[in-house]
């Protein structure tokens, strides 16, 4: 099995928190207001940076998890 290249991995992260955002049905501006709450300030615009790009800490990921409720992620399609 060939292992993703750097881009598909940065694809991979960015989609699993557009996915949670979606089923959710949330918006960035309430993932902005959540993420406040843990005491993380980032604006819209940095965080639609950031899942653009696909590249943040694995400290970011776990935050947007955290402030959006989700308790499992899964890693397959």
């Not at 598909?8 to 960035?28: C, F, P």
């Not at 400290?59 to 890693?75: D, E, H, K, P």
Request: net charge positive; aromatic share 6%; hydrophobic share 40%.
């Amino acid at each position: 099995m060939a292992m993703p290249e750097r881009d598909e991995w940065h694809q991979k992260v960015s989609g699993i928190i557009k996915a949670e955002l979606k089923r959710r049905n949330m918006t960035y501006k309430q993932l902005v207001d959540r993420l406040v709450e843990l005491g993380v300030h980032e604006s819209e615009r940095n965080i639609a940076n950031k899942l653009s790009r696909g590249g943040f800490t694995a400290v970011f990921f776990v935050q947007c998890l955290v402030a959006m409720g989700v308790s499992t992620v899964r890693l397959d399609d």
